[in-house]
């Protein structure tokens, strides 16, 4: 049901310690957290605090990760929307949701807007999109007016995330805008074994296991793949009735998850 597009205000437990790597991406975004908590400290000498920032990078990195835990750092509410929600709406109501969206925003400032899959409806006009144009141009169009409505220092801050900002309409990307971009990469092996370190954490291990070498062993995969691989071995060892999972396990939910991987890609090609 599109009943419900955006969560309103959630509060957020989650923080930098759940965001593994990313530490060029986080030094920037912790400059986001501080705007939020200190505002007065920035506009003292007549400087403006940016109202959104890109976070650019595939599918999986830990872009929604990242946004929450702004939020969860700076203790401020999160409310998220997705492009793709706006996908087959009817007209008028795309526009109509991006300004309830900063209405109710506005009421809770400090907050946090988070904006997934931004390239869905942000794509430069003229260009082939899956929503009819005019529908997703009124719905760019609102949610310009509505980051030009506020200034800075009300604690609004956007932060929107893509993997195509090759795509975006360039009026999103203007000083007042998006004009700062933060990207998130697939992680390197060390990344991704501090990947697998946070999502081991609730799973019962074998002492066995070797991490460097499960890294090793996942080049190419983003973290929310990772996530996914700790969760298959886990259901592999239990299936077996065994009391620890180990690195068989691990190896058989890998394979599990490249398969995915490889389907996944097919129906894209
Ligand atoms: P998408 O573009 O598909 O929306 P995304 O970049 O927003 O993806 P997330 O939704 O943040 O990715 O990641 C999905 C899940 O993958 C996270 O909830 C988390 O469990 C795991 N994950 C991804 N990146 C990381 C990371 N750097 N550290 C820890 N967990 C991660």
Do not use: W
């Amino acid at each position: 049901s599109k009943a419900q597009l955006f969560d309103k205000g959630a509060k957020v437990n989650i923080t930098f310690a759940d965001v593994a790597g990313l530490d060029e991406a986080k030094v920037e975004v912790m400059e986001i957290v501080d705007f939020l908590k200190n505002p007065k400290k920035y506009t003292a000498l007549g400087g403006k605090i940016p109202k959104g920032a890109l976070l650019i990078g595939p599918p999986g990195t830990g872009k929604t990760l990242l946004a929450k835990a702004v939020a969860g750092e700076a203790q401020v509410p999160f409310f998220s929307l997705s492009g793709s929600d706006f996908v087959e709406m009817f007209v008028g109501v795309g526009a109509s949701r991006v300004r309830d969206l900063f209405k109710t925003a506005r009421e809770k400032a400090p907050c946090i807007i988070f904006i997934d899959e931004i390239d869905a409806i942000g794509r430069a006009r003229g260009r082939n999109a899956i929503m009819s144009n005019d529908e997703r141009e009124n719905t760019l169009n609102q949610l310009l007016v509505e980051m030009d409505g506020f200034a800075g220092d009300v604690g609004i801050i956007i932060l929107a995330a893509t993997n195509r900002p090759d795509v975006l309409d360039s009026a999103l990307l203007r000083p007042g805008r998006f004009d700062r971009q933060i990207s998130i990469d697939k992680p390197d092996v060390k990344g991704r074994e501090t990947i697998f370190l946070v999502h081991l954490k609730p799973i019962k291990i074998s002492q066995t296991l070797d991490i460097h070498k499960l890294a090793e062993q996942t080049p190419g995969f983003a973290g929310a793949d990772i996530a996914n691989v700790c969760n298959e071995a886990a259901l592999i060892a239990a299936r077996k009735g065994k009391e620890a999972v180990d690195m068989a396990d691990f190896q058989d939910a890998i394979d599990r998850v490249i398969g995915g991987l490889e389907k996944k890609n097919k129906i894209i090609l």
